[in-house]
């Protein structure tokens, strides 16, 4: 499947001010489940779930695009993606919750954890598909999602993910596409925390939701991707 063009990015910045949330101040809707409780951790501090065996010529590639909710919606359809997992990097808490990191004060990203066949989805091809989805030229946020939570981040796993994700962002920057510098992190991944089960596959679990109605559903369809 080939990605889209780059018509979208200036757009999801109004599709997200169309959100049921903006009459909460435009920050993404809290999810019903009650959110001091702390899930159930792994010793590695992932919540607990039954996890496929992939081959060992897979790789791994973790990104923050704003809401997590959002990257894995698109993600997740790409030919090549094998898993998508919603969580957190780059923060100073251990086992952080999903209340403490919307506090944007932990230092954490919501991220999607992808695990993908190389051979059918090279790096460089999961890369334009992360520009695609979100706007990264926006600091600390996402349309009306705003906070250092939401930031745009690639957190490479290999020194040839890293070497790849500078030069995309680099040929990004000197293409003139977009009006605006390029804030992107570029870092090292860090430990991931899986986020709650319940930010699982929560398009696909919630599509009557408002938030999910109102901003990724026009950003699927934007994509040319299944709604």
Not at 39 to 59: H, I, L, N, V
């Amino acid at each position: 499947m080939a990605p889209a063009s780059f018509a979208p990015f200036l757009l999801f910045t109004v599709l997200l001010a169309c959100s049921d949330s903006a009459a909460q101040g435009g920050a993404k809707p809290q999810s019903p489940v009650a959110q001091d409780q702390k899930p159930m951790t792994s010793p590695t501090g992932s919540a607990p779930s039954s996890r496929p065996t992939f081959p060992k010529d897979t790789e791994t590639a973790t990104f923050g695009a704003g809401c997590f909710w959002c990257v894995e919606a698109v993600l997740e359809q790409i030919d090549g993606v094998l898993e998508v997992r919603s969580g957190y990097m780059g923060g100073h808490v251990k086992n952080p919750t999903y209340k403490q990191v919307c506090t944007g004060e932990t230092g954490h990203v919501e991220v999607v954890q992808v695990r993908f066949d190389p051979k059918k989805l090279p790096y460089a091809m999961l890369l334009e598909w992360f520009w695609q989805l979100h706007d990264p030229t926006q600091k600390d946020g996402q349309g009306n999602d705003i906070g250092p939570q939401y930031r745009s981040a690639i957190f490479w796993h290999s020194d040839a993910q890293r070497l790849a994700a500078e030069k995309a962002k680099a040929a990004l920057e000197a293409s003139k596409k977009l009006k605006r510098p390029v804030v992107t992190e570029v870092v090292k991944a860090a430990e991931f925390y899986e986020a709650e089960e319940y930010h699982q596959d929560y398009y696909r679990n919630n599509k009557a939701q408002g938030y999910c109605r109102m901003v990724i559903a026009p950003k699927l369809e934007k994509l040319g991707l299944d709604k």
